[in-house]
Nanobody, 122 residues
Framework: VQLQASGGGLVQAGGPVRLSCTTSGRIFSSSTIGWFRQAPGKEREFVASRWWNDDRRYYADSVKGRFTISKDNAKNTVYLQMNNLKPEDTAVYYC????????????????WGQGTELTVSS
């Protein structure tokens, strides 16, 4: 499976951005797709994830109420809609696939896209 993240850029605080994770190849029904982020000098952290074949979704506390993860079945694409962005959301965002199911640990994800950089200016 291949994943490609896109949609980052420079945005002002309070603004919205939508990231896309385009997938190709087989995604097993037991898989989740997750978004993680890594800020300079920090470890990669969980942002949001969802099951490939149903609507169960999970969010980090820091983004609940501001970010929404969704999926377009026709396009095999998972989106991360980010609203009310804050400077602390600045990071490189990665999407990954965990074919064994649900986890908040990036080490459990076996396939990754290349990352897309988001900068939120104050």
């Amino acid at each position: 499976v291949q994943l490609q993240a896109s949609g980052g850029g420079l945005v002002q605080a309070g603004g919205p951005v939508r990231l896309s994770c385009t997938t190709s190849g087989r995604i097993f029904s037991s898989s989740t797709i997750g978004w993680f982020r890594q800020a300079p000098g920090k470890e990669r952290e969980f942002v949001a994830s969802r099951w490939w074949n149903d609507d169960r979704r999970y969010y980090a506390d820091s983004v609940k109420g501001r970010f929404t993860i969704s999926k377009d079945n026709a396009k095999n694409t998972v989106y991360l809609q980010m609203n009310n962005l804050k400077p602390e959301d600045t990071a490189v965002y990665y999407c990954g696939r965990n074919r064994r199911g649900y986890s908040l640990n990036w080490g459990d994800f076996d396939s990754w896209g290349q990352g897309t950089e988001l900068t939120v200016s104050s």
